[in-house]
């Protein structure tokens, strides 16, 4: 949604208050792409989060590849990737990512949006905490050199040029490159 019009501070909350109860429990990774909204959007789930009794690590701006895939590798319960992908920069969004680093289903979001309209959230006496997560762009970047040949790729002596287009790809590529 749009940011500050129907993707409120308060839907954020209660999106998040959502997807805590669907996690249920452990350590939810949470990163953001370079959205000007993405920060503010990130301290909101980062505290609905906590509320709920779930751990929050903060990935930072990071690519959503990069997100999945950490998720995964790093041995996360979830992941939160707040982005409104190739929409314009006034829009936002959170999407779920399960502890395998894939999308969650169609039918895991239509549980999420019943608990999002019955607002069956946790109620926990124990508040989770929030970290920041230091390996995320780490685990990625190793990943996808492990799986290439960079001796024969850096005979070739490409020249590369790269077009970011502001993106959170930014923080990866030139270190892949």
Known sequence: GVFSEDFTLEFVNDLTMSLAAYFKKGKILVGYDGRHSSPIIAKIVSSALNYSGLDCYMAGLVPTPCLE?????????GGLMITASHNPPKY?????????????SRED???IEQIFHEQKWIESDVFGKTYEEKNTISAYIEGILSVIDKEK????KFKICLDLGNGAQSVTAKQVC
């Open 69 to 77: 895939y950490a998720t995964k590798k790093l041995g996360y319960d």
């Open 92 to 104: 936002n969004g959170i999407k779920p990512v399960a502890s395998d680093g894939v999308e969650i």
């Open 109 to 111: 979001e239509q549980k």
């Open 153 to 156: 790729i850096s005979e070739k």
